[in-house]
């Protein structure tokens, strides 16, 4: 749905560390960009979409831009309930906090489940997985 998208952070050691942790987690990538960002997608070869993490101001930000002070929600694609175990365990052991220990989340349904974990620059991250018959079917007339 997306391209890219990218944030600015305080410390990209911190954020490196912690989203290439994240990335082998999900079987993603954390690609160099340039001496003051990173990329994170699904590979060097599927690069796009991507998120741009870095340090640095692109230039297309406007004049005065400062890291966020609001925290953004970013949501990963797991694909399994281990990868969210993974992620999980991952964010935490490499400058992450919990936000929310793996479990199901929202209604049954939906069969989603998830992780959340806030990101060195206080972020929540997430990881989900859903099951097999998302999105519900829908019910026949009759």
Avoid: C
């Amino acid at each position: 749905m997306f391209d890219h998208l990218g944030f600015r952070v305080r410390d990209l050691a911190a954020a490196r560390k912690f989203y290439d942790a994240v990335a082998a987690s999900l079987g993603l990538s954390t690609i160099d960009n340039t001496e003051t960002s990173f990329l994170l997608s699904r590979s060097a070869e599927a690069l796009v979409p991507f998120v741009w993490i870095g340090t640095g101001k692109p230039d297309f930000w406007r004049d005065g831009h400062r890291t966020a002070q609001s925290p953004l929600h970013l949501a990963f694609t797991a694909n399994s309930k281990h990868a969210v175990d993974a992620f999980h365990k991952a964010a935490l052991e490499n400058g992450g906090a919990d936000n929310g220990a793996p479990g199901p989340r929202g209604p049954a349904e939906m069969q989603y489940y998830g992780a959340y974990v806030i990101d060195p620059d206080g972020n929540n991250i997430e990881a989900g997985f859903r099951g097999s018959e998302w999105p519900p079917r829908r019910m026949e007339a009759g």
